[in-house]
């Protein structure tokens, strides 16, 4: 007899742990297999729920199976068997292919099921430890993370993304570390003149100017703004190359806990691990733009007040003055003080105010502005209460334009300043810009210049008028010799020379005169002329409205001078011997010529059986304008009367003298 109950209850004890083991290898998350080979001998049920093939279909399976295909198989099989030959043990990431086709993500565990003979055979060749697996097994595990791996791809590649979207904006972006700078974009790298290679791990100061207080030598980002918070300044840098620049920057503290950034944990030191993120832009050509531009301001102002214009910029909704220059004070006759930021109507008497607001809303409404002249008085100072007649008037030549919406705003201060919005729809914004410039001076030398011309003109013309004159009796002497010599023709050649004499008359009176010919001096030349040539007395009487007012036009003195001077010889020639008057008889609305001299007419005599002809009446009605003058000749008793009536464009009525 042999006593076997230690046998017997270790052999139990065998038992019940082979039951644990397999009820821990079935009800396990973790998907397991047992290979033998390249076989899978066992698997349970989460590797079954994990693959998608049941417990069954992977008992048996090659395990190339479960891979993406035979060569990356093949590549990870014989790198897991160096793995087994040097350690006993293989853990690393793959790829799963499961029954639907799907690949996943699975970490994979494996060890050697007889772990010490790992040991033993730590230096036999690979072919002895493929045929120890083949006979003793591998246990392998296979835990899910593909939802973890692709999250960390996801996490990576918009990391990726973000840092290529951060090289590729023009703001300088620079990470700091405990240890120094860890990573600069593409702008920064640029900004500084170097590589990161040339900044990891240095402090952000390296770049920073020597003054005192700079931005980037301050230690107190990480104590105390909290994780987020922004910190903005502006200063200048310098880059490895010497160059020197200004910057407008954000500092912000990430990567921080509930640590000294908190705002219950204010005062404490900064938490490890967190960094600071500086975005840095390159604001020197800005800088060195305002700084143009301030001088470009200076000048203009300068400029605007000590130039010879009125410069005043008006708010167009409100009608106040925004700006002005002392030039523009003295334009609207008031102080600068009283003009500036009021109306029109608070500085300005009720009919220029309301003329100015009238000139505004106008230029407001032209696309070109409004430009027109107008006199103003021109006080001595400020304290002048002379009658605006009793001053002395200028004359300005006064522009006023709209300025799109703007800006500008009335401050204090001469001058004119306004900055452009970019659509300019906004009326209610617009500014109105009215320059003006005093050209009284101008205007009385172009004054001048025309009366010289007018003067100049009248002398040329009298000078004419006396050359035609002189000539015209150079020619009536002519002909007067000539009829001495021909008595046969010199009834004929004596006419001709009473109508020489009595053109050389007008143009005589052109010479002395200045303005239009007046009939009067007119009839009495010709008179005179007539009474010359046949040595007969003829006496001239005016009556009615004042002779002097009635003048002639230019093209009607000739003819109505030939018209008289042909009557007055015909009332000589067929006249009988007795007085000859002729009078002038005028009124406001026409003008009358009568010559009377004793004689008696023709019984049926008319005008109209008159020929025309070059002398006598038939000349006369030749000359005498149709519409605007008429000739009578009829018999008053012992008298013959002709007469001559003269209505206006024929005869012109001037003003009182």
Not at 72 to 87: D, E, N, S
Not at 326 to 351: H, I, K, N, T, Y
Not at 417 to 439: M, P, T, Y
Not at 533 to 560: C, D, K, N, W
Request: aromatic share 4%.
């Amino acid at each position: 007899l042999t006593d076997v109950s230690r046998l017997k209850a270790q052999q139990a004890e065998l038992e019940a742990l082979a039951r644990e083991r397999a009820l821990m290898f079935n009800l396990s998350d973790v998907g397991l297999a047992y290979l033998r080979g390249h076989h899978i001998e066992r698997a349970n049920d989460a590797l079954a729920s994990l693959t998608g093939y049941a417990v069954g279909e992977l008992q048996g399976m090659h395990l190339a199976a479960l891979f993406e295909d035979g060569q990356h198989f093949k590549q990870l099989w014989a790198q897991q068997q160096r793995a087994l030959a040097a350690t006993g043990r293989w853990q690393g990431e793959r790829l799963l292919r499961c029954r639907d086709g799907r690949v996943l993500w699975v970490q994979v565990s494996k060890r050697r099921v007889r772990e010490a003979d790992a040991d033993a055979d730590a230096d036999a060749d690979a072919d002895a430890d493929a045929d120890a697996d083949a006979d003793d097994g591998l246990i392998c595990s296979y835990v899910d993370v593909d939802e973890r791996h692709r999250a960390r791809d996801a996490v990576q590649l918009q990391a990726e993304r973000t840092r290529a979207i951060l090289d590729s904006v023009l703001v300088g972006i620079v990470t700091v570390g405990d240890a120094g700078i860890e990573w600069m974009n593409r702008s920064a790298r640029r900004m500084f003149g170097g590589e990161l290679a040339d900044f990891v791990g240095e402090p952000i100061a390296i770049v920073a100017t020597a003054e005192p207080g700079h931005p980037l030598r301050a230690t107190h980002y990480r104590a105390q703004l909290a994780d987020g918070q922004a910190e903005t300044f502006e200063c200048r840098l310098r880059a490895r190359d010497g160059r020197e620049f200004w910057v407008v920057g954000n500092a912000v503290v990430t990567g921080r806990g509930e640590g000294a950034g908190h705002p219950g944990n204010r005062g404490r030191h900064d938490s490890p691990g967190s960094q600071i993120t500086f975005a840095l832009l390159d604001i020197e050509r800005r800088r060195q733009a305002e700084v143009r531009i301030a001088q470009a301001q200076d000048s203009l102002q300068r400029i605007i007040d000590t130039a010879p214009l009125a410069i005043a910029l008006f708010d167009a909704a409100s009608g106040r003055v925004l700006r002005l220059n002392q030039m523009a004070a003295m334009f609207f006759g008031r102080p600068m003080d009283a003009v500036l930021g009021r109306c029109a109507s608070e500085w300005f008497g009720a009919a220029d105010a309301a003329a100015l607001q009238a000139d505004l809303q106008a230029a407001q409404a032209q696309p070109e502005g409004l430009r027109r002249e107008l006199p103003r008085p021109l006080r001595s100072g400020p304290g002048d209460q002379a009658e605006e007649g009793a001053l002395e008037q200028r004359q300005w030549d006064m522009r006023i334009v709209s300025l799109q919406a703007g800006g500008g705003g009335g401050g204090g201060g001469s001058g004119v300043g306004s900055s452009v919005a970019s659509d300019g729809s906004d009326r209610a914004d617009a500014q109105l810009l009215l320059v003006a410039s005093d050209v009284t001076e101008q205007r009385a030398a172009e004054q001048a210049r025309f009366d010289a011309a007018v003067s100049q003109r009248e002398m040329l013309v009298k000078e004419v008028h006396h050359r035609i004159k002189n000539n015209l009796q150079g020619v009536a002497g002519l002909l007067q010799q000539t009829a001495a010599r021909r008595p046969e023709v010199a009834a004929l050649i004596s006419e001709a020379v009473g109508q020489v004499q009595a053109i050389a008359q007008v143009h005589g009176l052109q010479v002395g005169a200045s303005g239009p010919l007046r009939i009067r001096p007119l009839v009495e030349a010709i008179t005179a002329s007539v009474q010359r040539t046949f040595g007969r007395a003829v006496t001239v009487s005016v009556q009615g409205t004042p002779a002097h007012r009635f003048a002639l036009p230019e093209p009607e003195s000739i003819p109505i001078a030939l018209t008289v001077n042909e009557l007055l010889t015909n009332a000589i020639k067929h006249s009988a011997p007795g007085e000859i008057t002729c009078v002038l008889h005028c009124d406001e609305a026409r003008l009358e010529i009568r010559i009377l001299s004793p004689g008696q007419l023709k019984p049926g005599f008319s005008l109209a059986q008159v020929p025309p002809g070059v002398s006598g009446l038939g000349l006369v009605r030749a000359l005498l304008p149709r519409r605007t003058a008429t000739l009578t000749l009829v018999q008053l008793g012992v008298q013959v009367e002709a007469k001559v009536v003269l209505v206006p464009p024929s005869i012109t009525l001037l003003g009182p003298l």
